[in-house]
C-alpha cells in the first residue's frame, strides 16, 4: 500500500522530509483518521432531521424528489420547477432509492470529501500531521449538529462536500508535484479532470452561484502549469490539461437541459438563469423611483408606472396589489424585522413576480410562461425607451441597479459577515422545531427515510457536541485571522524572494474562497436580502477551518527551510 501521504524525498512545499522520518506510522494513520471518521459520524447521528415544510425551500425538494421516484422527471410544471437546482432532489431520489437514512448519507459524503481533501494536503506538504489535524478540524464541523444547517432538508448538506470535492480534485490534478510536462500530467491525470469536471457540473446544478468558487480554482490551475511550465508546453495539450474539466461538466448540465426541453419544451435548467425571468426583472427594476428605500426594488410608484407602460404588468395588478402581495410583504418584513413596511422587499419579491404570474395562468406551460416574461420584458423596454426620464439605463440582470453607497455598505456588512463565520454567531447545538401538516411530514419522513419527530440527543452527546463547538469557535476567532495575516506575509515574501510554492498556492486558493464568498454575502446583505447566517456560510467553513493548519505548514516549511539553510 503506498503511503497516504506520499513518499517522495522532497515536498511540494520545498522541505526535504526523508519518508523514514514521518513520526506517525501509516497503520497509525488509518487508525486515528477511522477513529476521527466513526466519532464523527456517531455524533452526528445523535442530531435529528428538523422537519420544514417551506414551500419554496426544505418541502419543494422533497416534492421534486418525488416525482423523481415517481418517473415523472419534476413532476407538473409550475413556478416553482425551475425554480432551483435540480442536483439536491436527484441526490435526495437516489438517497431513497439506496435506503439510507438522509443525514447519514450526507455526512458519509461529506467526511470522504474531507478525507480526501486533508489527503491530498498531507500528500502534498509531505506532512501526516496535516492529513490528521485537517481531517479533525474538518470532521468535527459544528455546522451539521445545528438545526438551522445540518438539522434541515436543504442543498447545503450536498453543496458543501461538493465544495471540498472540488477543492481536493484540483490538489491533485494541478497541485500534487509529480515532475512531469503538460502532456504526461494530461496522460497521468485524465481521469481525475474528468471527475473534477462531473463535479463542477453537480455544483453548478445545486446553487444558483456557483461563480463564487472559479477565482479559486483559477488559481490552482495557474500555479500548476506555472509549476509544469519548466517541462515545456505544447498548446494543444494545455488546452486540454484546461479544457477537459469544462469539457466534462457540460455532461451533467445539458442532461439537464435537454431533459427539461424533453418534458417542458424549455432548454435550461435553472429559472434564475434564464434570459426571458432575468430580462423581465431587469426591465421592471429599470423603471424609477420617487424616494430610494433600501431593500426595495419595485415600489408602488415603480409598479403604477409598470401598470401604464405594459399590459402584461397589467395583468398582475390584481395579484401584486391584492392578497398575493401583501403575504409576500408580511414574510418579507417578519423575517427582517422591518417596521414600518410598506412594500415587498427586493429578497422577496422575485418570489412574489413568480407567483403573480402563476396566479395570472400563464404558467400552464413552461413556453407560455417564458412568452410571457418576455412579453412584459419588451413592453417595459419599448415604453422606458420612449420616456427615458422615468427609467434607468436598459439591463437584464437580477442584481439591483448600482448605488454609490453600496460599495461602503457591502464593505462594511461584509466585515459583519466575517465577524460571524470566526465566531459561528447564529449556530446552536442540539435539535429544532419544524413545521408542516400531517402528509407533509409523513411525505418527508418516507423520502428521507428518517423520523421526522426523533427523540433529541442524549445529554452526552449534546454536551459533547456543545464543547467540540466551543472549541472550533476558539480555533477559528483566533486560528483564522491568525492564519490570514500569516499566509499574506509568507505570500509576499515569496513572491518578493520568487519562491513560490505549493503551500502559498493553496493557501491563497482558499482565502480567495472565503474572501469571495464573504464578499458575495456582502454585497447581498447590503443590497438586497438578510445574509449574515451560518446557512449561508456553511460552504465557506470547512474552507476556513482547513486553512488554519495549511498556515502551519507553511510557516513551518519556512522555518525549517531557514533552519537548514
Not at 503506498?2 to 487508525?31: D, M
Not at 416574461?373 to 423596454?381: C, D
Not at 400531517?438 to 459533547?464: G, N, Y
Request: hydrophobic share 45%; net charge positive.
Amino acid at each position: 500500500m503506498s503511503h497516504p501521504t506520499g513518499s517522495r524525498s522532497k515536498a511540494a512545499c520545498g522541505t526535504k522530509i526523508p519518508p523514514a522520518t514521518h513520526p506517525i506510522g501509516q497503520r497509525t494513520l488509518w487508525i486515528l483518521l477511522a477513529a476521527i471518521g466513526l466519532s464523527s459520524i456517531l455524533l452526528r447521528q445523535a442530531f435529528p432531521i428538523v422537519a420544514i415544510a417551506a414551500p419554496h425551500d426544505d418541502y419543494l425538494f422533497i416534492t421534486l424528489a418525488e416525482s423523481l421516484l415517481q418517473g415523472r422527471w419534476l413532476g407538473d410544471y409550475n413556478h416553482l420547477t425551475h425554480a432551483k437546482g435540480v442536483a439536491y432532489p436527484v441526490f435526495l431520489a437516489l438517497n431513497q432509492l439506496a435506503g439510507w437514512p438522509l443525514k447519514l448519507t450526507e455526512h458519509i459524503l461529506y467526511l470522504g470529501a474531507a478525507l480526501y481533501f486533508s489527503h491530498m494536503l498531507g500528500r502534498i506538504v509531505n506532512a501526516r500531521w496535516l492529513t490528521i489535524v485537517t481531517f479533525m478540524l474538518l470532521a468535527f464541523n459544528p455546522a451539521p449538529w445545528s438545526p438551522v444547517v445540518g438539522g434541515r432538508v436543504i442543498r447545503e448538506g450536498l453543496y458543501t462536500s461538493l465544495t471540498l470535492l472540488m477543492f481536493a480534485l484540483a490538489l491533485r490534478c494541478y497541485i500534487l508535484p509529480d515532475g512531469t510536462s503538460v502532456t504526461q500530467a494530461l496522460r497521468k491525470h485524465w481521469a481525475g479532470l474528468s471527475l473534477l469536471g462531473l463535479v463542477g457540473g453537480v455544483f453548478w446544478l445545486t446553487r444558483e452561484e456557483g461563480v463564487w468558487l472559479l477565482p479559486s480554482m483559477g488559481m490552482l490551475v495557474v500555479y500548476g502549469l506555472m509549476v509544469r511550465w519548466r517541462q515545456g508546453v505544447a498548446i494543444l495539450p494545455a488546452l486540454a490539461y484546461l479544457g477537459l474539466p469544462l469539457m466534462v461538466a457540460q455532461l451533467p448540465i445539458q442532461t439537464v437541459n435537454t431533459l427539461n426541453y424533453r418534458q417542458y419544451g424549455v432548454y435550461h435548467h435553472n429559472d434564475f438563469h434564464s434570459p426571458d425571468f432575468v430580462a423581465a426583472y431587469g426591465a421592471l427594476s429599470r423603471i424609477r423611483h420617487d424616494a430610494w428605500q433600501r431593500y426595495v426594488v419595485f415600489p408602488k410608484d415603480a409598479r403604477e408606472r409598470a401598470y401604464r407602460f405594459s399590459a402584461a404588468a397589467r395583468e398582475l395588478k390584481p395579484h401584486l396589489e391584492g392578497d398575493l402581495g401583501q403575504a409576500w410583504r408580511a414574510i418579507g418584513c417578519d423575517q427582517t424585522r422591518t417596521t414600518p413596511c410598506p412594500e415587498i422587499l427586493s429578497g422577496w419579491f422575485m418570489w412574489a413576480l413568480r407567483d403573480a404570474v402563476q396566479a395570472a395562468g400563464h404558467y400552464q406551460t413552461a413556453p407560455q410562461a417564458a412568452a410571457f416574461y418576455r412579453q412584459l420584458a419588451t413592453q417595459i423596454n419599448t415604453a422606458c425607451d420612449q420616456s427615458p426620464g422615468e427609467c434607468l439605463p436598459r439591463r437584464q440582470t437580477l442584481v439591483p441597479p448600482w448605488r454609490p453607497q453600496y460599495a461602503a455598505d457591502t464593505l462594511r456588512a461584509s466585515a459583519q459577515i466575517a465577524t460571524t463565520l470566526t465566531n459561528l454567531h447564529g449556530l446552536p447545538i442540539g435539535p429544532g422545531e419544524g413545521f408542516g401538516t400531517p402528509k407533509q411530514l409523513d411525505t418527508m419522513a418516507r423520502i428521507t427515510h428518517q423520523p421526522v419527530a426523533a427523540p433529541p440527543p442524549s445529554a452526552t452527546l449534546h454536551q459533547m457536541a456543545m464543547g467540540l463547538a466551543a472549541a472550533q469557535r476558539l480555533i477559528l476567532r483566533y486560528g483564522l485571522p491568525l492564519a490570514l495575516l500569516a499566509g499574506a506575509w509568507a505570500t509576499l515574501q515569496a513572491l518578493r524572494n520568487r519562491k513560490l510554492n505549493a503551500c502559498h498556492a493553496i493557501g491563497l486558493a482558499l482565502t480567495a474562497a472565503i474572501a469571495v464568498r464573504v464578499l458575495l454575502l456582502g454585497f447581498l446583505e447590503a443590497t438586497s436580502i438578510p445574509s449574515n447566517n451560518m446557512l449561508y456560510l456553511s460552504p465557506a467553513l470547512p474552507l476556513a477551518l482547513a486553512l488554519i493548519p495549511v498556515a502551519c505548514a507553511a510557516h513551518l516549511q519556512r522555518h525549517t527551510t531557514s533552519t537548514a539553510t
